[in-house]
C-alpha cells in the first residue's frame, strides 16, 4: 500500500540533519541535497531537483520533473518549479562562499552546471552528517522495515526450499525468487549507496560459486549473468545432488530494505565439517546480535567478536582467500549500505532505533560459502531479528 511520509517525521528529520550540521560545521550557511535517496528522505518524493536548505531559512525542494508527482506524494512544506537551477538561483537569493553537498552523489558535469548559477568557491561534503541522521530510524521507519522483513522470511524460510529442483540454473532461481518477492510486496530494487554497485535481488551460488570473486564489497560470492552483468546468478551453473545452495539478498517496502542470507543443503547433507563451521557462524550472529544496545560502539562489538574465534577458524572468515572483509555488519534502511557499520574504527555508540545486518559467513574450499545473515534492530536488551530466526543450512 502506497503511503506519504507524515509531515511530522519530515520536520524531525530536517530537524536532526540541522542539528548535526551545527555540531560539526559550526559555519555551515548552505546545504545542497542533489541524491535522491537523501532528497526521498527528506521530503517523501524522489524528482529530478535539488533540495536546497539555508541555514538561516526554510529548506525548498526545486524540482525539474516531476512537479505533479512531487506535489502529490508529498508533505514538504516547500515545493517549487524550476526549469533550470538559474530558476532555483534566483529564488534562493544570494549563495555563500561554501556549499554543503552529498559529494558521493554529484558529478563533476553536475556541480559545474550547478556552479553556473550559485557562484560558489568551495565545496564542502554533507554525506556523514546525512548518513549519520537516517541510520537512526523512527518507529514509522521501523515498522515499514518490518513489513520488508516479514515478507524477506516468508519467501526465503517457507517458500524457497520448494522452488529448488535439480537441473535448474541460478539465474532460474533468482528470477523465481525476485518475481516471488515482488508478489508478496517486494518494491523491486535493491538500492546501495557505493557507487557503481548494481544489484537485481542480491548474490545466489550453486556451491562454489558463491566463492566467485566479486567487486562487490561483501563476503560471498556470486559468478553472475555475464562479465558484462555480473547480478543475479550464471545461467551455466545448474542445481545439483550434494550441492550447497547460497542466497544473499534484499527485500524492501516503500523504499526501505532488509538484508537476509539463507543457505540450503540440496540432495544430501553437506560434510560434518563444513555443517559445524556453519553452525559456530549462527552463534557468532547471535553473540553479536546480544551486543546491539544502546551505547555500545560498533567497533566493541567486532573486537569482541573477532578477539574469541580461534585462529583457524579466522581463516576464510568473513570471505575466501585473500577477498575478505573487514567488517561483521551494516546499516540498513533505504540502501543496504548504510552506518553504521560494525568494523573497528567505528567508534560512534549506536543507539536505540538503528538497524543492522549482521553476515557472519565463512568460504569453505569445495563446499562454498556457508554461514548466515539477518536484519536487527537495536534495543536496550540486544538486537531484535525483523527477518526470522532459522539457522539455515535447510535440508531440501
Not at 236 to 250: H, I, K, Q
Request: some cysteine; proline content about 6%.
Amino acid at each position: 500500500m502506497e503511503q506519504r511520509t507524515p509531515a511530522p517525521e519530515l520536520r524531525e528529520r530536517m530537524g536532526r540533519f540541522r542539528d548535526r550540521m551545527d555540531a560539526d560545521n559550526p559555519s555551515w550557511e548552505f546545504a545542497a541535497v542533489f541524491g535522491r535517496t537523501n532528497q526521498f528522505y527528506f521530503t517523501g518524493t524522489m524528482q529530478d531537483g535539488v533540495l536546497l536548505i539555508p541555514r538561516q531559512d526554510e529548506p525548498v525542494l526545486w524540482v525539474r520533473r516531476s512537479l505533479e508527482r512531487a506535489l502529490d506524494e508529498s508533505e514538504f512544506p516547500e515545493i517549487r518549479p524550476m526549469k533550470s537551477f538559474r530558476d532555483a538561483a534566483a529564488g534562493m537569493g544570494e549563495c555563500p562562499a561554501t556549499v554543503y553537498l552529498d559529494s558521493e552523489k554529484v558529478t563533476v558535469a553536475l556541480l559545474e552546471r550547478f556552479r553556473k548559477h550559485f557562484p560558489f568557491r568551495e565545496v564542502r561534503s554533507l554525506d556523514a552528517q546525512s548518513a549519520n541522521v537516517r541510520a537512526r530510524k523512527s518507529p514509522y521507519e521501523i515498522a515499514i522495515m518490518e513489513r520488508a522483513g516479514r515478507i524477506h522470511r516468508h519467501v526465503l524460510e517457507d517458500c524457497a526450499p520448494a522452488m529448488l529442483q535439480e537441473g535448474m540454473s541460478e539465474a532460474e532461481l533468482g528470477g523465481e525468487i525476485f518475481a516471488l518477492m515482488v508478489r508478496e510486496g517486494h518494491h523491486g530494487i535493491t538500492r546501495f549507496g557505493m557507487f557503481g554497485v548494481e544489484m537485481v535481488l542480491g548474490q545466489i551460488g550453486f556451491g562454489e560459486s558463491s566463492l566467485y570473486p566479486t567487486a562487490f564489497d561483501g563476503p560471498g560470492g556470486c559468478r553472475g549473468v555475464a562479465p558484462g552483468a555480473p547480478v543475479l546468478g550464471s545461467h551455466d551453473r545448474r542445481l545439483a545432488p550434494g550441492d550447497l545452495v547460497f542466497l544473499d539478498c534484499g527485500c524492501g517496502v516503500q523504499g526501505y530494505h532488509s538484508d537476509k542470507t539463507m543457505t540450503y543443503m540440496f540432495g544430501h547433507a553437506l560434510p560434518p565439517e563444513a555443517m559445524e563451521v556453519h553452525w559456530r557462524c549462527v552463534e557468532i550472529q547471535d553473540e553479536a546480535a546480544s551486543l546491539l544496545r544502546p551505547g555500545v560502539t560498533p567497533a566493541e562489538v567486532y573486537t569482541t567478536i573477532l578477539d574469541n574465534l580461534e585462529p583457524e577458524f579466522l581463516e576464510n572468515f568473513m570471505g575466501f582467500g585473500e577477498r575478505r572483509v573487514q567488517f561483521l555488519g551494516h546499516g540498513v534502511g533505504l540502501e543496504v549500505d548504510e552506518m553504521p557499520v560494525i568494523s573497528s574504527g567505528f567508534d560512534e555508540p549506536l543507539e536505540e532505533g538503528m538497524v543492522i545486518a549482521l553476515e557472519p559467513k565463512k568460504g569453505i574450499e569445495g563446499v562454498g560459502m556457508v554461514g548466515i545473515e539477518n536484519t536487527f534492530v537495536v534495543t536496550r536488551g540486544g538486537g531484535t531479528s525483523i527477518t526470522g530466526r532459522n539457522r539455515g543450512l535447510i535440508p531440501v
